[in-house]
């Protein structure tokens, strides 16, 4: 992909079977179990690859990133008239898990990929691919659940000479449809991602979210510009 980073990247003789012990059962059972699910989440992710083509239509590249003791995670980028869009494939295969939790669900929980919407020509976009990934891997690194209205930061420029750090979790549903999972699996969500300025983020963390909103539109704000100053905030 032009301008993004590529991947680096017992029993004895005579012993009746009805013996074995107890713990020895309950492995072959967790074994089952374990190669039961890996085949399921080997399943989720062509079907969230395979929702995103036919609402974002065929990818024109992609590339991914792996960090150490996570899954492998993918950034497709499609193009849309002025508009290029990035999108995550990996984050799905595993459900999220609330920090606070005693034990971790591994079928059960909110799932979701991120998706970032830029006007395409005016900056070096391609080089979000790591900073997506880093959010994209945050709930298997961090153990965070990533939901609407949430703040996301990267530490450092989107891309090279971005005014944003960070990211405003917005609602899924309008660009790319949910997509339904045999039970008990929860949908994968789709989130749009929307860049903040620092100050922008400053201020969303004590007016809130919908605030933030609020003073976008009131201003007619091109959330899509990747080179856009900080909305008024006074």
Request: net charge negative; charged share 25%.
């Amino acid at each position: 992909m032009p301008g993004l980073e590529r991947d680096a990247s017992a029993c004895g003789p005579g012993r009746p079977i009805k013996r074995i012990s107890s713990p020895v059962r309950q492995a072959a059972a967790s074994a089952h179990a374990d190669e039961s699910y890996a085949r399921r989440m080997a399943d989720v992710l062509p079907l969230v690859e395979a929702r995103l083509r036919s609402a974002l239509g065929e990818p024109d590249a992609r590339a991914a990133v792996t960090f150490l003791g996570t899954d492998r995670i993918e950034v497709l980028r499609f193009h849309e008239g002025d508009v290029v869009r990035y999108a995550t494939l990996g984050m799905s295969a595993h459900p999220m898990t609330d920090p606070t939790a005693m034990l971790a669900d591994p079928v059960r929980g909110p799932r979701a990929e991120l998706v970032l919407s830029v006007r395409a020509g005016r900056a070096d976009t391609d080089k979000v691919l790591r900073p997506l990934a880093v959010l994209a891997a945050s709930p298997q690194v961090e153990g965070v659940v990533v939901r609407p209205g949430a703040s996301l930061d990267v530490g450092e420029p989107l891309w090279p000479g971005a005014p944003f750090t960070s990211v405003l979790v917005a609602e899924p549903g309008g660009l790319v449809e949910d997509l339904e999972l045999d039970e008990p699996m929860d949908p994968v969500r789709f989130l749009p991602l929307l860049p903040m300025t620092p100050n922008e983020a400053a201020w969303k963390r004590v007016h809130g979210a919908q605030a933030l909103r609020e003073r976008w539109l009131t201003h007619g704000t091109d959330l899509r510009d990747p080179a856009r100053r900080s909305v008024p905030l006074e």
